[in-house]
């Protein structure tokens, strides 16, 4: 049974950090390219990041240079540390995983996770 469970989320203030976690099991995730998207309330969902099997890593243009995707194979976990977070970075942030690659359209992707929530606070 594939899993993807995220965890991190919370209340921050601007400029602050947080890193969130996503657990896998149920498929070879070292093979997987594994991103996160983000839904803002009222607003279409976003991609933000996204890491393939060899460590190559592509950012949305709103948090380039802010926010580092990274993934540990041997935790079977994906990371997001996000940094000088801003209000407007406040949505709900959800882990995907992919068995070719990495993709910036969410229904390029083969499981989701169900979403931890993120609130920036001015």
């Known amino acids: 049974q594939v899993k993807l469970v995220e965890s991190g989320g919370g209340l921050v203030q601007a400029g602050g950090s947080l890193r969130l976690s996503c657990a896998a099991s149920?498929?070879?995730?070292?093979?997987?390219?594994m991103g996160w998207f983000r839904q803002a309330p009222g607003k279409e969902r976003e991609f933000v990041a996204f890491i393939v099997w060899n460590g190559r890593t592509s950012y949305s243009d709103s948090v380039k240079g802010r926010f580092t995707i990274s993934r540990d194979n041997a935790k079977n976990t994906v990371y997001l540390q996000m940094d000088s977070l801003k209000p407007e970075d406040t949505a709900d942030y959800y882990c995907v995983g992919r068995a070719t690659g990495g993709s910036r359209s969410w229904y390029d992707y083969d499981y989701w996770g169900q979403g931890t929530q993120v609130t920036v606070s001015s």
């Open positions: 149920g498929f070879a995730f070292s093979d997987y390219g």
